[in-house]
């Protein structure tokens, strides 16, 4: 069964410095990874998304991600926090695209000026 | 280009009753899926159609059902509500594009039901 595991219910992070949100899963199968963001009293966004090919995957907003199969993580990054990050952020799984999703608990991201 | 929407945004029902809610995708997306999201349990998947077909089903009891239409409008109805059904129920619609077929996903802004 598909799993994921997000390291850290809520993170702070200085205005100006890298943004850092782990995820790790467990899939029986070559894994869809994404990143979902939702802003406060607001739906869900896609950040990004991995399927095949290159393990470095870049989203909107600034962020990126990388798919490392040895780690079995997905660790998403962004150079230099900004307030308006400041937000919910899931992890998820699929093993065939947007269907039959299987969502982290979520990291809420605060960002200190 | 309208995003997707959902109807209504706000609705409060009790014990008992049964609740419809919609979506309309983004004009050509064919593809809708559900989701439920409450503090407790977070985001689940609840399923997705494409061409009117029901291809996914997450593991909920079979009083949430759902359908789409030809004009790929999708309904999900939950019947007998129970006080844990309150929550944010998400709709997003995806449509394949360009060569690659490269798959894109939008949100709705979510219908939010309380059940009392």
């Known amino acids: 069964a598909q799993s994921v595991t997000q390291l850290g219910s809520h993170v702070s992070v200085s205005e100006g410095a890298l943004v850092l949100l782990r995820c790790n899963y467990s899939s029986s199968v070559p894994p869809y990874l994404f990143w979902y963001v939702q802003y406060p009293n607001q739906g869900l966004q896609l950040l990004l998304k991995y399927t095949t090919g290159a393990t470095l995957v870049k989203g909107i907003n600034g962020f990126e991600a990388e798919f490392k199969k040895s780690e079995t993580s997905f660790h998403l990054t962004k150079p230099s926090a900004h307030m308006s990050d400041a937000a919910e952020y899931f992890c998820a799984v699929s093993e065939t695209s947007y269907d039959k999703v299987i969502f982290g608990p979520g990291t809420s991201l605060s960002v200190i000026p | 280009k309208a995003g997707v929407t959902q109807t209504p945004r706000y609705l409060i029902k009790t014990r008992g009753q049964q609740v419809t809610l919609s979506c309309s995708p983004i004009?050509?997306?064919?593809?809708v899926s559900w989701y439920q999201q409450t503090p407790g349990q977070g985001l689940q998947f609840l399923f997705e159609?494409?061409?009117?077909?029901?291809?996914n089903k997450g593991n909920f009891p079979g009083r949430f059902s759902g359908r789409q239409f030809s004009n790929s409008r999708s309904e999900m109805n939950v019947s007998t509500l129970e006080l844990g059904d309150s929550a944010l129920y998400l709709c997003?619609?995806?449509?394949?594009?360009?060569?690659?077929?490269?798959?894109?996903?939008?949100f709705g802004p979510g219908t939010r039901l309380l059940v009392l």
């Open positions: 004009s050509g997306h064919r593809s």
């Open positions: 159609y494409f061409s009117e077909t029901q291809r």
């Open positions: 997003a619609s995806s449509v394949r594009s360009g060569r690659a077929g490269v798959e894109t996903q939008y």
